[in-house]
Structures are given as structure tokens and as C-alpha cells.
């Protein structure tokens, strides 16, 4: 990836003296900052702009790190092949035309697959606005040369951005107004072989990058991916677009990408700390936040002191530290003194610390007194402040830095006021490194993004370690096996695994099924297992609430007279539950095994949404993807119902996940329901399927 | 009201030359834009800014319109007594020092009650911010006189905020830099007097206002405020503070008013069509939106097109537009062909459309061809429009604003790209009246906000005609009980006035029991009525699932013995439920009697949020409660479950409100479980509480 961020020269193919053209604006960018060798390619032109111009690459003297190219689609594949044959390590292709506009372009895009496969040669894009170093001055890009024009920050947040001209917009807006200082900005477009992993990859290592912004699409790599993040010792913030049903619709037809199963990229990126983002502006937001305390708060409570000087805005302020799920800070004895000094006296001292009646008694400087305060307060994790910009006099950014940078803990600021007072004030703000947002939510947002960070880096390979083998048991009996199980069969083998399973036994005469009734205890259910029906309870072969050995018999009876006299019969011990839940593997394809989990019965009804973790789980990972279901509740012991055994159920998705990793046969498993009972998961149906 | 919007002569009271003074400011703004006759009070001078100074209002020789007193708190109450006697008909306090401060300013705060009850003299305030009408130019207000100079776009969006200082700073935030055009900001403070209803009131028939926005920490009288809203042609937008548990605690101690039941202020706001904004800046953007697009829209259908340069944004917007609640519209026949046009042979056209290889192709007037074929497609409610702003030659307001006009539907915009660039063209959109945004998931919620209004204005009143009257039965009983109802009673009651409650007999006797039983047919539930006992299943007094008449027998005994021989013994028909629901009746202190819905059984567990809505209820306010409950997917009919009977259930629903309404005795009603069995509602359990 050197070749790219850090070439000593520099080719761009299709280079033009039309001001109109994509390729004369790239080579323009590039003069602007780049200070290595520049080589303009057009056969029709013998000089640009004051640089000698080649027919080819090939015709280029000395040696070329880079190669920028913006000519029609259908001349590229011979371009690149060019290049290849030149040894040139690095082609960024910012033309068009490829996987995004149909089969003639999606064969183009292969031919260049592989070439880069052939030659080695690493090629970025096609479809894309390329690269913009903010550091160095690179503009590697046919768009955001006027950046510099426009008030650009230079600051310590990269950005990776596949969509092609979403990139350009998104870019020069976050550069030219966001108030977020900008390192690196990568459009990557189709990923025909660079993509977001390899550019993630190479940021990790950048001095110059504190934190990092991605929108995606698609992943293409969803493990690469995911281990990349988990030994990223930088905050990572994705927005990932294409979730809903529409959106992944429009997905599939604009980057012919998969835009995968929104539950598992959320669940993946949960998994490994990523903060998901919801709107652009929002991701550079939070970027911003995270690039200025990217270290996870040394405590792990999430208490805020909230300085006002406004009670209204104070209480909305108090609501969105809820609604975020943070919480108010009780102010330790030290810091309610003094602020008592400043207070007036019938003014009784709280968090929100409302500070008007103090301003208006002790002038401005009240402020500072309780901003100092609450940064040294230790009952107080971090702290939002408001700032009202009426007068331009005042500029506070220098003191408060001063005081944030001692106290060590987030800090982050809320302006309102008049544009042209906050506009300085936020300028000033930026420059100082305090993060400030001219939308109240926003900026509660971003603490908490700041707040809630988790600890990050190597951790969770030591944490992996306490993931489980599946026992010789079980991988030997899949061995054996094919097709779809039936629930018998499925639940032996989660059993051999490790899953605990309701008791039951299969019988095979009312005889049998009688004894078997007795054994276990009544009631007893009892279910009719047919090859290949899985729908057992939409074809009448489940019996509930069988409490006789008669009727134990009738029912064997009856059940196999409705299979036709196929099929076995299964006599289960009724399991009185408190809950019902559903516990899963799929494949996806592009995070491979992961484990779902969600609830069950009535309740599946209105929580469709099921939560998920690629597998294999640590202990850390399943009690986490358990914190995740909705309606926490429901698991905490309702109405003088025991809690559910989190550790045993963390034992059972661990155990699911790992089937699903070490045997690959297994497409899928489908345990549902697993009952709680007193506290206890057990599972009582399930349903494996083998690859054959 | 008239003396606060439309003085002809105004006193200022405290003004002085000190130009730190608040009194200096609010003279100095006065000056300002105010044409009529300006008298400055101040008993230490002779002369302030060349105009005369009088010792006391009683000393000024013309009427008085309007005074605006901005002194210590402590002379306020003289000085009001004083523009009494002069017949000053409005004062506007600014100063603060009242019931924000404890029980000396609470005191003194009565006292101006007090003055305004015996004088019929309006009090504004205290401890507000005053009054700005940008339109006529008066600033009546200490803190916003730099707005001229800020670039404040005039506009017809008026604003009431309850907070003193939070509005100084909001309004000037929204005057200076929100591309929100302003009429008239009024800040009402502590509203010893005129509070949000009267204000509201005056709005309502302002010419110069075509949407309202508030920020309330309390509802004064909250029937009249939904009276207004009711009645008013003009979208309201509400931002609440104070709806968390520690928001409402800040709020009791800020302005020592009662924040009031989070979900009853919801249930309230959405029964006569407000809507409820979140944050700040966004109620502005809100605001903006339906100012441009007050009319709710002439179909039901909500289909939205989005027109983008940016696939990868296209994908951002269908997530947003499935968000909030609208659809992706499916285009027409000629607007496919319109765009097949301009875009390249290989390009399917599909929504979101995606312009950018149709600029690439035919250059950006693609762009005007997409705009008007969507904005005139039958088949598409509203459009969401991204304009990426790179470069600053291109201003296409007006061609865009003429098209929108022609198209008489909403159309918002995204504003992305360069900052210089994007101010310029937002300051245009605005002038043409184009709301446009620079965040694309408020632009999408703004949309939302207008294509999903109701029609409004008198409608309300026609709905209400609907609402039955409490049958003289149910009436004369409730006269003759009072202190907590037992469930026989109360549903006997609640029967009486026409809901639907479960077979049951009171019985005496094992005897009794046994007939009863039988009568109702097994199973049958028993239930032990003990004077004062509401608690019946924590006491052990409620029997399920009795299938015999010897079990009843035994089981009366068993109850009787459990309430020591008091009491007596329910047989009910035990219902076979599908769902579970709670309904209720509250008094609120600040909207009265109240009707609550939620889910019961374990889901209540799930969704606590119950929901409201004010009584009485026309038939379309129960409907829109019922659509309000969590969960619609229960009420729709799940697992083959019939659906609920949303009538029956509404009709229940605006009974018990009729209750609320006519018998004030009642104070609480709860129907717990109402259980819904074949999709019909009937109250199984219930509690009626009636005052003594």
C-alpha cells in the first residue's frame, strides 16, 4: 500500500489541457501539493501545463510509483496491462463504467481482477474519487482540488468512503465545514482489489490518524475486517448504508455489492467495539469526538456533569444524558462548596449545574469557577458544557482547554448563540482540540460515543482463548450425517456438543411410550418425527399436556396413525417455562458462522429483531450479544420469576458458534425454543442441517 | 394581547445610560425599529440617549401601552401596581428573581398574581426574555438587539419558549445562522399571567405567521392548549423539557413547574396533531418545512422519490425514508421514459434515481429533466432532493422553486459540498422558499414531518360529536360508592356504561358456587373479594383452571378460609386469551382525565410505555391511541390469532374517558387485564376508585 500514500512519482493517465476534464483537474491537484516526479500520459499532447507529456507509460524514463487514471472504461484493462509491464507497484483507476453499469462493465472489471491477480500490481477503484492526503498535500483525486480554497482543517480523523461521487460531496463538505480536522480521505469505489481492509489496515499504522471514519456499502472481508478492528488500538466509526429492505435494494443495483444482513454487520461491528453511525455528518462528528479522547475512560461508569446557563436547556440536556444512556453524576461535597461560593444563596446546588443566577451575581467568571470544579469533581466521568455565543469577546477556548487537558476525562461542548460569534468560537474550539456541536443531541451523542468506548486492542485474543472445542463426540456423529435432521437427532448431537437438551426418549410401541411417559414424569409431550417434515406443529404431530400413561398410549397411537405409520415417536418431559427464546447459526457470506439469538413465542412477534455474533464466541462476546437482546428485562427475573443463567446461556451460543466454525459441514442450526425454566436454558426443539 | 404585539407607546422601566445594564440594552433595542412613542423610567435621570426620562411610569404625561421593566425583583411588585393605577393594559417583566428562586421569589411572584387578578393588567414574564417581532422590527427584550446585524432572515415562523436565558441564546442561535426565517420570537418565562395559550392564541390569527414552535418545560392549562391546537390552520411543533425522570426533577427545581407525565403530554400533542420535536435546531428545521408546506397533503399515500448524484447516498436516503415511516414510490410509466432519456443505455432506472452517470452523459441539465419529471409523476407524494454543491457558479433555486411550485407537492432538499459554496445556495433556497438541509436525516424527518399531517382546524369538533354519553345507570351507581371498588362492583359498573366485561356471579355458598360453575360452564376461575384487598393474586385469592363442580365447592371453602370467613367468592368464565391488555383512566393535573392504553401480561413487562390521550374521545382519537400501542404486528392478528376488533376496543376506550368527563367523583379507573379472546375485548379484572 506504500505506493499510494507515499509515492516518489507519480503518472496520470489521461491527462489533458481541457479544464473541463477529470484528467486535467487531477494532474492540476497533484501540482498543488505533490513534490516527487509528475508524469502527464496523452498521446496527443507533447507538454501540459509546463510538464513534459508521454504517449504511454511505457515511454516514462525514470521509475513510476503510482499511476493515476481517469480515461473511458474500455481503454483501461490495456492501460493497466501497461502498467503491469512497466512495474508500476500501484494503479488508482477513477473511471467509470465498470460492475456498477452491467455486464459489459462487470466483465471489464474482472479483466482487471485478473490482471491484478496475474501481475501483482494493486489496483484501486475503479469507480472512485481516489486519494487526498490532508498531511502531505497528496490530491490524488479529480475532484476536491478547491479545498484548500475553502478553509480545509488538517487534523488527525481519516476517512474511507466507498461510493464513488457520495465521496466527493461528503469529502469536500466535511473538509470545508465540519469543523473536523481532516488526515486522510480514501475513495475506494468497486474494490476491484483495494478495499477497505487494506486501506484500514495501513491507517492503523499512520502516525497521522487518531481515528477513523468508513462508509461502506458492502464488506468485502468480513473476518479480515473484523480482526483488523479488534487489535485497532484507534477508535473506528462505520456507517454502513443499505440496511433496510429498500436499501439494500438499491445496494445490490448500485455497487453490485451485497449490502449483507443488516443484524449481522451491526452485530459484527458490535462485537469488536466499532461505534455504528447513522448519517454522515453524524460519523464525522462523532470521528471528531473519538480523535480528540480516543482512550477508554478509565472507569467504568458513565456519570456526567452538565454546565449550563440556561435551566431549560439544562433539562433537555438531562433527558438526552438519559435517552444516550448515560447518567447524571451526583457532584461530590467538594465541587457542591464551590459552587455554593458562586450560587446565590436561595439557589439550591444540582446537576445540571445551572449557572445564570451565578453569572448574573459573580459576572462570567462563575463559569470558569464551576467548569474547573466539575472537571476535578471525582464523582464526575465527563462533562458537557453549553456555551452561549451572544458576545464576541469572549473566547474561552484557551482556559478551558487548559482545564480539560488536566482533568484527563471527556469533555465535550454544546454552542449556541449568533453565527458569526460561534462560527469564531468554534474555529477557535477546533484549534484548542475541544470538540464542540452546534446540535445538543449531537453533541450528547458523541460523549457517550466517547464514554462508552471499550477497552481495545490484543484484548480479545486472550479473551478468544476461553472459547470451547465442540468434543470428538459430536463432530464424529455430523460426521455420519445429512440433510435435515430431525429433532431427535439434532438435539443428540447438541447434546454430544454440549447443549443441554430436554429429556425425552424415543419409542416405538404404546408400550414403550408409556413406560417412557412414566419415567420422565408427567405431563409429557409427545411428537410425531416424520423424514423430512419439519413443520410438526402445522401438521398436528405435537401433543402437548399429556398427564396419563393411557392417554400416553392413545396419543402413540393416534400420532403414528397420522404419519401413516412412518416416522417415530418422541415423549418429552413438558417443560414449564418462564421464557422462550431462539438460539441459531447461519453462514453469511461474507462474515461466514455466526450465532443469532432472539425471543421466542409471542414475544418473537414483536421483537423480530434478532441480535447476532460472528462465531467463534469468547465468554465476553455471547454475555455481551445477551446484554444486546431487547427487553433486558424480560432476562433479569420478571414478576418474581428467577433471572435467566446468562452464563449458561453464554455457554450455549459459544457452544453453537463453535459447531459452526470446526465443522463445516453444518449449514445451519435452529434451536427453538430453548425454554428458561427457574433460570435455566434447555433446549427443547431443534433442527441441524448438513451440508451433503 | 393586543398591548404586547401592537403598542403605540412603550415604557421602559430601569432603562439606563450604563450600557453594561440590561435596561440600557432593552432602550437601545426599542430604539431600534420602534416607531411609537418611547419613555424611559428611571428615577435617577433626567435624559437617557436624548429622550426624557421620567422619575415613574405615573409621571409620564401620554398613554402607556406597554411597559417593559427590567429592575431588582423586589421593586417589580410597586412598579406594577404603579402602571396599574397609570392603565397601562401590559407589562412585559424581564427581570428575574420569582418562583425560580425559592420561596421569597415565589412570594413575591404571587403578589404580581395578585395585582393582574384584581387589575385585569397583563403580566408577560417574569424572568423571560421579552418579545422580538422581526416583521415590525420591535426587539421589547435585553438580549437580541445584535440580531440586525447578524444577518436575521425575516420569515413567517414564530416561536414561543418558556425558558428565560435558554431563549436569549436560541433565538439568537435561530436568527443568525438557521436559515430559518423568523416573524415573532416571544420568550414567556416564568407566566405568572399570559402564558403559552395566550401567546398561541394571538399567533393563530397572525398574519405574518405561518408555523409555530414551542419549547415548554410545563403545559399551563392543558385543555385549552389542545383547544388551540385543535382549532389552529397552522402546523405546531412542541419541544418538551423534562420528559426523563432526571429531566422532570431539573424542571421542578428550575422553574418550579410541573413537568407532567411524559406520556401524557405525548398522547396529548399527537391527539390534535403536533408535532413533538426532539432538539433544539431541529424544531427550527421542522418549522421551516411546514411554514413552506402548511397544507397536509391531498393523498393518504406517503411515496417518496429521491433524486441523488450518489448511489451510496440514494442507499442513505431509502434507509431514512423506511425510518421514519414513508415509502419509496414505485415511478410511472412516463417518468421512466422521461429519465430512460438522459440516462445511459445500460442504466436501469429505478428509485432512488441515481443522476450521476446521466450528468456524466449528458451533462447537469439531466438533472432539471429528472426534477420535473418526478415532481410532476402522479404516483409520487414528495420528493427528497440531494444538490451536491462543488461549484459556486451553479445556482438553480429558481428553476427548482418554480417547479416545486407547479408541482404543488413537498420537496426537500440535502445541501452537501463546499462550505462557501453551500451557504450561498442555502441563503437562495431559503429567499425561493426551498427548505433545504445539511444534514440528509433531518431533511429526511422534515419530510416526514409535512407529508404526514393531518387535516386541520374544526375537524376535531365534527369527531367528537361521536362520543357517546354514559349511560344514566352507570351514572346514578357511581353516585352512590365511593373509596376503591371491588372487581365485582366496579365491573358491574363499568357494564353498566356499556363495556363488555367476562360472565361472572357473586356467590354466598358451595351450593352457589357449584351452580354457578356449572352455569358458566368449566373452566371457571374463583376469586376472594375481601373488603379493601386489591391485591388479589399476591394474596392467593384468585383460583385458575377449576374444571369440576366439586373442585368449586372445595374451592369456595378454601377462599372463604383464607379471608378468615369475611368476604365473598367471584365465579368467573376463565377466558381463553390471545393477547393481554391494560386500559385505563387518570386525572392529570394539567390535562384532566385521562385514557390509557398498554399491553398486559408478561408484554407489559416488555413495553411499559403505556400511551395516552386526553378525554374525552372521538372515535378517530381511540383509533389513533390504538395505532399509538407498541407492537401493531399483536393487534393485526399473529400466528393465525384473529385480529383484534379495533371498534370494540375503541368504544371501550372512549367510554371509560366519558366516565373521566361526566363523573368527576371517579378518580381512577383500571381495567387490568382487558383480554382480548377471538379478536374481542372484553374486561376481565377491574378497579374503580371514587372520591369520597
New interface residues.
Partial sequence: MHCFFDPKSVAIIGASRDPKRGGHRILKNVKTGFQGGIYPVNPLCDEIDGLRCYPSVLDIPGPVDLAIVYIPARLVPGVVRDCAKRGVPGVIIES?GFA???A??AARQNELKQIAAETGIRLWGPNCMGLVDMVKRHVFSF?VG??WD??ALIGDVSLI??????????V??VM??RGVGISKACSIGNKVDVDECDVLEWLLDDPHTKAIGL?L?SVANGRRFMDLCRRSGKPIVV?K???????A???M???ASL?GHGGVVRGALAQVGVVEA?????MMDICCALARFPEPPKTNRHRVAIIT????????S??????VGLE?AELSETTRKELARVY?E???V?N?V?L??AI?LNGPDAYRVAFEALCADPDVDAVLFHL???RPENDWSAVLAETIRRAGKPVIGWL?????V?EQAQRRAAEEGIPVF????RATECLAAVVKQRARGNGSESELRDAHEVPAAAAAMLEAVRGVLDEHLSKRILAAAGVPVVEEKLVASGDEAEAAAAELGFPVVMKGLSPGKIHKTELGLVRLGITSQRDATAQFHSLMEAMNGTGSVLVQRQVRAELELIVGMIRDPQFGPCVMLGLGG??A????ETVFAVAPLSRADALRLIARL??Q??LDG??GAPAVDRDALARILMTVGQLGCTCPSVREIDINPVLVSNGVPVAVDASVIVDG
Avoid: C, N
Fill in positions: 467509470a456498477e453499469t452491467g459489459e462493465g475532484v478547491s479545498i475553502a478553509g468512503v466507498q461510493s464513488g461521487f457520495l465521496a466527493a460531496g461528503f469536500v463538505d470545508s465545514h462508509y456499502e456507517l448504508g443499505g440496511k433496510s429492505a429498500r436499501g435494494e438499491a445496494a443495483s448500485h455497487t449490502a447513522h448519517d454522515f455528518a453524524q446557563a440556561s435551566g431549560g436547556a439544562g433539562i433537555v438531562a433527558d438526552f444524558v438519559d435517552e447524571l446565590p436561595w439557589m439550591p444540582a445540571p445551572d445564570f443566577p448574573d452561549f455565543g451572544l449556541i448563540g449568533r453565527r458569526d460561534l452546534r446540535e445538543l443531541y409471542v414475544l412477534e414483536v421483537f423480530r431487547g427487553a428485562r424480560l420478571f414478576r
